[in-house]
Each structure stands twice: as C-alpha cells, then as structure tokens.
C-alpha cells in the first residue's frame, strides 16, 4: 500500500509464490470543478429568476432543488454546490436582492415668479420610462401653472420610483418709498420695508438698509425664499 499526495504515474510490479510476475500503472491527477453564480442580483420588478450553472454530475442547492438550474421566487443567498464525474465538489454563493430607485424632483415647494413665468421639470435621463401626472410620458416636462404635479420612473431592471412637487405663485413687491429730496444731510438711511432673503444695492450693499451720502438714484433688486425676484428704484436729491 502508498500513500500519494501528488498527481503523476505511478506503476507497481508484483510476484507471487511461484515467481509469477504483474504489473499495473495508474495515472494521478487533479480534478478541481469551478462553479460560478455571477454576480449578485437585483431582482427588482420581477417576480421570479432562473439560477444557472454549468454543467456537473449532481447539484445541491440550498433551497432544494438538484438540478442544474434553479428558480428563485424570494429574496436571499443561494448556495449550489457541485460533483464533477471524478467526485470532486465546489460551490458557490449569490446574493439575491431587491432595490429601487430613486428620484428626486427638486425641493418640495418650488414658486413661479409672476404670471408669466415657466418652470421645467426634469426627471433626468437615467430611466427608461416616465410617467407625470400631466400623462406625459418624456423625461421632463413645463409647468405654468400652480398645482402637484408627480412622476413614476421606471428603470432598466423594472424598478419604479416617484417623486412630487408643489408649484406654487410667488410674486414679491417691493416699495423703497418716495423720492427723497432734502438738504444740508451729511448720510441718510435707505431700507426695504419687508424682509427677503438676499438683497443687492446699485452701490453694492447686500443688506436690507444701505447708508448713502450723497445724491443719485438708489435701486435694489431682492429675492425671496423661493428665488422670486422683485426691483425698485428710489431718487434721492
């Protein structure tokens, strides 16, 4: 009897009692299977998917099944482990997962600034269908009116998303007041009576009030929270 640990040829010659000679040889080698079950998967928009490996003597995988592919209705990970026709095994592992995606209008509340104003919105290129509340189907759509307006997205794998927005009508006023006419002043305040969130001088203040000291036309131009501009003008002589 040998223990071999190594592939190769290996022969033995035997005698008996009566001098009688034979001889056999035997050739050592390596089975080593692979099996491969790919990369993980999002199933996301399917009901079920086929699990598939090469070809072997015997399958296990570990929700039952035995044969060489497998149908798989649940989220998980799915082990198959194999048997070569010399006996050996490998297995393999996949993950089995669902993922949606994700879209995002914008912020929540988004104004039209004055009558005439249009805004567009767009739910960007990375899906294969669109589905707006307005029955468009393209991937962004203009919007004139106040209103929700909602998009289903749908991507390669049949995953769905959706997102809304609120549109509505912003229109700010400003009154810096009469025209200032006055004499023998050394500086005199100019402020907006209501609060906006950015303010821009024609002298380059971008503060509610502006201090001048002398004669000219003042105008300011201000934004409100939702990006809404409004403008006026005031003399002071």
């Known amino acids: 009897i040998k223990n071999v640990t190594q592939g190769g040829i290996y022969s033995v010659v035997v005698s008996d009692s009566l001098g009688c000679v034979t001889s056999d040889t035997i050739s050592i080698f390596h089975s080593i299977p692979q099996v491969n079950l790919g990369a993980d998967l999002n199933i996301c928009g399917l009901d079920s998917i086929v699990l598939s490996v090469s070809s072997f003597t015997s399958y296990a995988w570990s929700n039952g099944d035995t ?6 209705t649940q989220l998980g ?18 993950q089995v997962f669902q993922s949606a995606s994700t879209i995002d209008l914008g912020p929540s509340v988004t104004a039209l600034c004055g009558a005439n104003d249009t805004i567009t919105l767009d ?42 927005i609120e549109i509505i009508q912003s229109n700010p006023t400003l009154d810096l007041g009469s025209d200032i006419s006055t004499c023998n002043y050394s500086s005199l ?34 934004t409100d929270n939702y990006g809404c501009e409004a403008f006026d003008t005031i003399v002071v002589t």
Do not use: R
């Open 67 to 72: 044969l060489q592919s497998s149908t798989i």
């Open 77 to 94: 990970e799915y082990i198959v482990s194999v048997v070569d026709s010399l006996g050996c095994m490998d297995s393999d592992t996949v």
């Open 123 to 164: 739910a960007t290129s990375n899906y294969s269908s669109y589905a707006w509340s307005t029955s468009d189907t393209l991937q962004s759509i203009i919007v004139y009116q106040i209103g929700t307006y909602s998009v289903t997205v749908t991507d390669s794998l049949g995953c769905t998303a959706s997102d809304s």
């Open 189 to 222: 305040t100019l402020s907006s009576t209501e609060s906006f969130s950015t303010y821009l001088w024609s002298n380059s203040d971008t503060t509610q009030t502006t201090i001048v000291n002398q004669e000219g036309i003042y105008s300011l131009i201000v």
